[in-house]
């Protein structure tokens, strides 16, 4: 009985999951479909990454800055190994690949690439890049608090944006990429938080 309720919610919420997707996906035009298309493309936003890697070495110093920019690769790496394996794991499709969802109007602007997406590493790495560069710059000597939070809040609404996007272009459900931003998240704080350690050790140990 048991095993059966569990199954009857998994499938009522895979269902909702479903409706939620199709509803997102379907607020499309031909700006939007560009616009998303954009957001998705990761190549496009190798700039960015470099910019705010330059930035942090410039705010904290060579020496601080490796020990950020390495924990944010880290973080990224461990955000798409992980994702590879949950894709496995769990086997579930992509809504492109999914015929319940492709059938009822799901609007593709992408390739449907690989056949299972739970959870969405686009979402992943995005999010965890944006936590843990945040909390990397925050390892300065002087914090300007306006900048920090202009940074802050800038590089989060991009990498929420670049989540969403997922749905936008038919490759994600609203629930991979809800995953993926929680499982980024948690990386980039834990990576995040061993980088901090690891720079006041090594204040510590040069006074």
Known sequence: MESIAGLTLWNHL??????????????????TDMMWRVFSDKEIW???YLAVLIFLFIRLGWKKAL???I?????????????NFTKEFFGRLRPCWDSLTAGRGLHLLEGRGNLHGFYSAHAANAIGFAVCSTIGFKNARKINTTTHGTYKYSILIWALLVGISRIFVGKHFLGDVLVGFIVGSLFAWAIASLARLTIRWMNLQQR
């Open 14 to 31: 895979e269902n909702m999951d479903r409706a939620a997707t199709l509803g997102i996906n379907s607020l499309h035009s031909t700006f």
């Open 46 to 48: 190798y700039p960015l």
């Open 67 to 69: 020990i950020v920019t």
């Open 71 to 83: 924990s944010c690769i880290l973080t990224i790496v461990a955000c798409d190994q992980f994702s």
